[in-house]
C-alpha cells in the first residue's frame, strides 16, 4: 500500500504526528473505477456523503455554495477523469484551497483517496477534528458509491 501512495505522490503514514500540515484518509470499495469516479466527482452528491461539512448546496452560477458549520463557502470541483483525481476547490479568504481526492483501480474496486492541508493558523486540534470528519466522510461516500 505504501508503494503505491508513494508512486501517487501521496504522503501517507499511518498515524499522525503533531506539528504535521498534511493528512491523505483512504478507503477501499468493491465498486468498479468508472462508477466511483462518476459518483465522487458529481458535486450533487456532496450532501450525501459530506454530512458534516456540507449540511446544504446551492448552485449560483458556475460556483457552488456549501452550507458548512463554518457558513457558507463557495466551492467547486474540478474533476481530471484521466488523471483520476478530483479536486475540491473552496475560496477562502486568502485565495483558493485545493484539496486533492484521487480514485485509483485496485482489484477489481476502487481506492479512494482524500487529501487535507491544514490552513496556515489551524490549531492542532481544530485539525485533529478535520481528520476525523474526512475518515468518516470518506467511509460515507464508500457506501455510496458501493450502494450505486
Known sequence: MRALL??????????????DTRYTALALTRAPLDTAFRLAADIRL????STRFCQGL????????V?????DVRFRYDADPAAGV???CAEAGSGE????MRIVRHGPGSLLLFTIQAPPGCSEAAFDE?????DQ???QLRDLVEGS
Open 67 to 71: 452550507s458548512s458549520p463554518q457558513g
Open 130 to 134: 478535520q481528520r476525523e470528519w474526512v
Open 6 to 19: 508513494e508512486r501517487l505522490e501521496v504522503s501517507y503514514f499511518p498515524g499522525r504526528e503533531p506539528g
Open 86 to 88: 478530483v479536486w475540491h
Open 97 to 100: 484551497l485545493r484539496m486533492p
Open 58 to 65: 446551492r448552485q449560483e452560477g458556475e460556483r457552488w455554495i
Open 137 to 139: 466522510e470518506l467511509a
Open 46 to 49: 456532496l450532501p450525501r456523503w
